[in-house]
């Protein structure tokens, strides 16, 4: 279902022009370009004549109980594209009573209807169907998807789809192999496990990759046969309301605030276990012996991937001091090629952020930086003149007290940091609250293994970053989240472990 959050955690404390900015970069901070212009950035024409989505919305009501159904006090609230600003649905406003009612039906499903008491292999069947559906109207979901969150329809529809139907596909198998044990005890008696599903999961998916965190969700939790309440991000419910299904662990991915407010009302109520996924501050390290141009393509893929809106995106590029400089040069040149414009373009790299209060996040930050004495390379400002769209940006000479090293900005902004040896740098990686993810660029395996080991991150990537296999786990260390998704642990989120002991009359054996 579809409903608002209670109260924003974001403040807004920038609405930049483009008029303002030159002024504003020349007064505050240093800047590396010449006369405090920089070159212009590629926009394949992309902000002039914007292309018509090539689907319908079809979907705008709660889906509760199998039926799609306006909110119980009428009320809607406006869905936009961050192309432009502009509304471009009104959906159903879920509030206390519209979650009663999901709740209220979705524990029926569980106590009354078929699918937990199904056979695993008829469940696995039903999901490698829903897989099939959703492969088929693939073309409409991520046209969907680029209108509604404003990433590039290609990434959309060439990667983020296939990895949605792989996730259903794996989260099949895994139905019909979900098993106790048999445990041996000190005794006659007979003693085994039941994996059992927990009931109601009620799950709250992000806006930065919906159709994604569905999969991460949903899948599991179905196959381990348990019902589902789902709560949509208001910036994106388009896609999760036409793939949408049916809440009792709170399963949850989007900002560490939140995410502690989802904790705290758990434990307040019921003591219903939690699973959170939440921010990070990633550290990507270039080593002395990287081949630097293969690194600045990594890391620039690291930082800008979804418009820098990645809760693992490397966004504090560690970079050795014997290649610094040259790194720094042809990243800020990479940085200037990159192609913003309308995500429904073929070749557009970057489309807008998801709304006005992210776009004027980042623009905040972007101020922080300079204010904070870093070198702005390149960017620093919005890009055209209406929609939420913010030039590729990239600050040199940054230091690990600046709100641009340590906070998570979810934006096109890539700080690069200088380091002398790999003990100063596991330091200064690991000096964060967060520990999501991490990546290192290195030739040698013994640099790798050492890193791998003493990073305190919930996923390190050797010489890649952002592989999202179904069966790698993903989560993170310190305020980065509870929990793990994906792969055989997600399937821990959604299982009741019970020990069921039986005594043994005069026991053959034991």
């Known amino acids: 279902m579809a409903a608002r959050r209670i109260s924003s955690l974001l403040t807004r404390s920038l609405s930049a022009s483009s008029s303002a900015s030159v002024s504003l970069l020349s007064s505050l901070g240093k800047s590396s370009s010449k006369n405090g212009s920089f070159k212009r950035f590629s926009t394949a024409t992309a902000l002039e004549e914007l292309v018509v989505p090539p689907v319908q919305i079809s979907y705008t009501q709660n889906l509760i109980d199998g039926k799609f159904v306006d909110a119980a006090s009428g009320k809607t609230f406006p869905t936009y594209d961050p192309r432009t600003g502009e509304v471009i649905a009104h959906v159903a406003e879920g509030d206390a009573e519209d ?42 979901l991520a046209a969907l998807e680029t209108w509604n969150n404003g990433k590039p329809h290609e990434q959309a529809a060439k990667s983020e789809l296939p990895l949605l139907i792989r996730l259903f596909h794996y989260y099949a198998g895994w139905a019909d192999k979900i098993h106790g044990l048999t445990v041996p005890a000190d005794g006659p008696h007979h003693v085994q496990t039941l994996h059992e599903p927990i009931g109601v999961a009620g799950q709250i998916i992000p806006w930065n990759f919906p159709l994604i965190m569905f999969a991460w969700k949903v899948g599991p939790a179905l196959a381990c046969g348990n019902t589902i309440v789902l709560k949509t991000a208001e910036q994106t419910p388009l896609t999760a309301l036409y793939v949408a299904k049916l809440f009792h662990e709170v399963a ?84 200037l090629r ?118 305190r991150a919930g996923t390190v990537w050797i010489n890649c970053f952002d592989v999202f296999d179904a069966a790698i786990p993903f989560g993170g260390y310190k305020m980065s989240g509870i929990g793990r998704e994906k792969g055989i642990y997600s399937l821990h989120n959604y299982l009741q472990v019970k020990a069921v002991v039986t005594p043994l009359k005069n026991p053959a054996w034991l």
Request: net charge neutral; proline share 4%; glycine share 8%.
């Open 252 to 335: 949850f991915t989007g900002s560490t605030d939140t995410g502690k407010i989802v904790l705290e009302l758990a434990a307040k109520s019921n003591l219903k276990p939690v699973t959170l996924e939440l921010g990070g501050k990633s550290p990507f390290i270039v080593c002395k012996d990287a081949d630097v141009d293969k690194a600045v393509e990594l890391a620039h893929f690291a930082l800008f991937f979804n418009q820098g809106q990645c809760c693992c995106a490397g966004s504090r590029t560690f970079v050795h001091e014997r290649v610094y400089d040259e790194f720094l040069e042809k990243a800020k040149a990479r940085a």
């Open 99 to 140: 979650i009663n009612r999901a709740v209220a039906a979705a524990r029926k499903a569980f106590g009354e209807g078929p699918w937990p008491k199904m056979t695993p292999y008829e469940r696995s069947r039903i999901l490698l169907r829903f897989a099939d559906l959703v492969e088929k109207h693939s073309e409409e």
């Open 338 to 455: 990159r192609v913003v414009g309308d995500p429904f373009k073929k070749g557009v790299e970057q489309g807008p952020q998801i709304d006005s209060e992210q776009f004027e996040k980042v623009l905040r930050y972007i101020r922080s930086g300079i204010d904070s004495n870093a070198t702005l390379e390149c960017g620093g400002d919005r890009l055209g003149t209406r929609g939420y769209f913010i030039q590729p940006t990239v600050f040199s000479n940054v230091t690990d007290d600046m709100l641009i090293a340590k906070d998570e900005i979810f934006g096109p902004v890539q700080s690069i940091l200088k380091f002398k040896d790999l003990d100063e740098v596991i330091r200064r990686a690991n000096t964060s609250r967060y520990g999501l993810a991490a990546g290192v660029f290195t030739k040698n395996i013994d640099t790798a293994n050492t890193l791998t080991r003493a990073l």
